[in-house]
């Protein structure tokens, strides 16, 4: 078992030793279900799926819904698959077994996240890009603070050349 699933739970700070403050991300990270195990004779590769995080049954396919049953657990909100796991946790591993932290990691191990950043979808030059907005609210102007005003040429190319939001306020 290489890993375990969790979800970011806020930033707080720590102290070191030498009294220095130290920025840290606290993470919920398990209890994880064994949800499917993947040997090398059906599935041509050895793998381990874990699950994470209760999901209702009501926002669930029936197929899903299904899968969990075989594992005798209830819906979940994710699942990742472990590919190749290390032959030291063989024993641990079994379907609709919930592993916890303590078992697969211990005190001052290093660790290696990944993460989903959140979506923003579609956002304004302000955000995206750096703009500062068209400047003062004189001479009757109305609503533009945030608006990305021009950023084109005149006569020569007379159109904004690709890339140029991001290179002209950054470059």
Not at 143 to 163: D, E, T
């Amino acid at each position: 078992m290489p890993g375990i699933i969790g979800r970011k739970i806020g930033m707080t700070s720590v102290y070191g030793a030498d009294g220095q403050n130290i920025s840290v991300t606290a993470i919920e990270a398990g209890p994880c279900v064994v949800t499917q195990i993947k040997n090398a004779e059906k599935d041509g590769y050895r793998a381990v799926q874990l699950s994470f995080g209760e999901k209702k049954e009501k926002h669930s396919t029936k197929a899903l819904i299904g899968h969990y049953k075989k594992a005798a657990t209830t819906p979940k909100k994710s699942s990742v698959e472990f590919r190749d796991f290390r032959t030291e946790f063989d024993g641990m591993v079994e379907l609709g077994k919930e592993i916890k932290v303590g078992e697969v990691f211990k005190e001052g191990d290093w660790v290696d996240a990944v993460g989903i950043s959140k979506g923003k979808g579609f956002q304004g030059v302000v955000k995206r890009h750096g703009f500062s907005g068209v400047g003062g609210q004189t001479h009757g102007q109305h609503n533009r603070l945030r608006a990305p005003g021009s950023m084109g040429n005149s006569s020569f190319a007379s159109r904004v050349v690709k890339g140029n939001a991001f290179s002209w306020t950054h470059g």
